[in-house]
Nanobody
Framework: QVQLVESGGGLVQPGGSLRLSCAASGSVVSIYAMVWYRQAPGKQRDLVASITKGGTTHYADSVKGRFTISRDNAKNTMYLQMNMLKPEDTAVYYC?????????WGQGTQVTVSS
């Protein structure tokens, strides 16, 4: 019902910035929250940030003050602005749409922070 496509990942130096995008299509009216997760090699997938239909945001302590989650309802797209990036931010980043019926995952986009 809902399809998600992530983009914006890449290689960036420590202290740099990236903006990730997650474009939703299909039954977007059913989405009540969208979430960014990340998974580094050998580690579990952890929540990074979330935004509800009402605009409430949540951030993991590790990214608070550096990352900003936002949405553009007209474009059915959410964004993750990542500033002051650190090597430990290196991971595959996934977006997820929460619906009453369940959830839908995007395919993931690689973010690598390295000198």
């Amino acid at each position: 019902q809902v399809q998600l496509v992530e983009s914006g990942g890449g290689l960036v130096q420590p202290g740099g910035s990236l903006r990730l995008s997650c474009a939703a299509s299909g039954s977007v009216v059913s989405i009540y929250a969208m979430v960014w997760y990340r998974q580094a090699p050998g580690k579990q997938r952890d929540l990074v940030a979330s935004i509800t239909k009402g605009g409430t945001t949540h951030y993991a302590d590790s990214v608070k003050g550096r990352f900003t989650i936002s949405r553009d309802n007209a474009k059915n797209t959410m964004y993750l602005q990542m500033n002051m990036l650190k090597p430990e931010d290196t991971a595959v980043y996934y977006c997820k749409a929460e619906e009453p019926h369940g959830s839908t995952w995007g395919q993931g986009t690689q973010v690598t922070v390295s000198s």
